[in-house]
């Protein structure tokens, strides 16, 4: 594992640094500190440096003349990692409100005690944490835009999003499994309309017009999935399903963020991810659960297939 050391005392690097933003959520339930954010808080202000293996030399690459002589015989390139780590409230207000500032350029970040200015050019990675039931680790692949039913932290629901009418008539979705998870954990119970019609749709509506149903990340979830079990992190597999709760309406949102302002043959500048942990010690402890973040950005910022 690569040295991690406070962002103030490493030496300059070689090449431009990997930006990342971690996130965990704040309080909520009977979580007075939230278990995302035990684990993501003790990365704010590292840098992991990792040596980065070359481009791949294409066709048309000078390298591939006979006249080339590389400057260096190394075959690696020392970079270094920058981590940011910030928390969100539980509520759908807050994530509308800050995730589009962490996809802006520069990105814009609610005040953060000790961090460092963010990147002019955007982050290259932000990885969203959030807590789920008694378990593995959960790498989530893709975000929903609608099915928000359960209220968050203040008791708010998600927006009503207003839907064409061949859209409107194909009736309620039932939950999937991951959400009737996440219900009985948090003791929810959905409650139906007073008129006897059936429940608003809530999800994304203005501004997100133009996003799909669903958005999949561009990062290879079971590429590092096998990574991670090979490294020791043996408690952790893919998921087609975030609960339609805040961690998936967090995570749909970044991911459309980071999609806006680029032309769609195009991957996003800004990758982005989610990990599903779970409550402390059960079985994971937050250090195994902060190390597995740690060995999740390092793959992610150095892998050519990531």
Sequence with gaps: MPAVNGLHTTPSSVTRPYFVLVTGFGPFSRYA???????????????????????PVTNDDPRNSPSFIPISDSTTTPREIRITALSVPVTYEDVLSTVPGLHARPPVL???????????????LIL????????????ERIGHKFGYNMKDAKGCHAPIVRVAGDE????????????RMERARLGYVIEGPTDGGEPPKRGFGK?????????????????????????????????LDAGHYLCDFIYYCSLAESRRSV????????????????????????EQVTEAVK?????ICTSPTS
């Design 33 to 55: 500190v939230n278990p995302s954010w035990l684990a993501v808080q003790p990365l704010h202000n590292t840098v992991i440096h990792v040596d980065v293996p070359p481009d």
């Design 110 to 124: 609610p005040p953060i005690e000790n961090a460092s200015p963010p990147p002019p050019n955007g982050y290259d």
């Design 128 to 139: 969203h944490v959030g807590v789920a039931g008694r378990g593995p680790l959960r790498i």
């Design 168 to 179: 409107a008539s194909r009736g309620p979705s039932q939950p999937s499994p991951a959400e």
């Design 207 to 239: 501004g997100y017009e133009s996003f799909p149903e669903e958005i999949y990340t561009d990062v290879d979830v079971e590429k590092l999935v096998h990574h991670l079990k090979k490294s020791g992190v043996e408690q952790v597999y893919s998921s």
């Design 263 to 286: 032309p769609k043959t195009d991957k996003p500048t800004t990758q982005v991810l989610f990990l599903h942990c779970p409550p402390v010690d059960q079985p994971l402890s937050t």
């Design 295 to 299: 060995k999740s950005i390092i793959w």
